[in-house]
């Protein structure tokens, strides 16, 4: 019997570790239909949310809509770029993807022109990795997106983090298409 324990103890790690096998693989990607340049982009539904998604920071309304609407564009920012307040992510990755960097953009000339309104970027991660690697991996997301916006001239007193890792899924499933929708940072409209 002491044998088996053994060997368990052997099977058991490399099984884990090729299931775990994919973190470092940029070809997996998330569900929903394909677009140009390889990438994937999430349902239609899940791209566009309230300000306040997940019970995050208070809600403030912002110009043009309620704080639970879906808001329109300020002026000179386009409608659709400024609904989206989601910007998803790679596997195992805190690079903005080229598609998504003109929702940061948006946001970003938005705020920049509007020194008074601030925002939380709320980093995620999909449910493989430990507790503390995805804490990590959503604070990077999270900073990637400040940087972006930093350097599109938003003052860092405008801009807050956090990162929930895991803890937050906007989808429950176990599978790529779920993992792909919570890889995400939200931005989250504060105060006004």
């Known amino acids: 019997m002491n044998k088996w324990i053994k060997i368990g ?5 490399v099984v884990m ?9 940029k070809k997996q990607q998330g ?5 140009q340049g390889g990438q994937t982009q999430p349902p239609e539904s899940a791209t566009t949310m309230p ?12 110009p043009g809509g309620g704080a639970q609407q879906e808001q329109t564009a300020p002026a000179g920012a386009p409608a659709d770029l400024m609904a989206k307040r989601v910007v998803y992510f790679d596997l195992d990755s805190s690079s903005v993807h080229d598609e998504d960097r003109a929702i940061v953009q948006a946001h970003a000339n ?3 022109q509007h020194p008074a309104v601030k925002v939380t970027l709320e980093g995620h991660a999909d449910e493989r990795g430990s507790r503390e690697y995805n804490i990590g991996l959503g604070e990077r997301r999270a900073a990637a997106v400040k940087q972006m916006m930093a350097l599109l001239g938003v003052s860092a007193q ?3 983090s956090v990162s929930y890792g895991e803890e937050r899924p ?3 499933g176990h599978d790529e298409s779920a993992w792909h929708l919570n890889r995400r940072v939200e931005i989250v409209y504060t105060a006004q």
């Open 110 to 112: 938005y705020l920049a």
């Open 158 to 160: 405008q801009i807050s």
């Open 51 to 62: 300000v306040a998604p997940g019970g995050g920071a208070e809600a403030v309304p912002l």
């Open 170 to 172: 906007a989808a429950t």
């Open 31 to 35: 569900g929903g239909a394909p677009v």
């Open 9 to 13: 103890l052997i099977v058991i790690p």
């Open 17 to 25: 570790l090729a299931a775990c096998g994919t973190f470092g693989s």
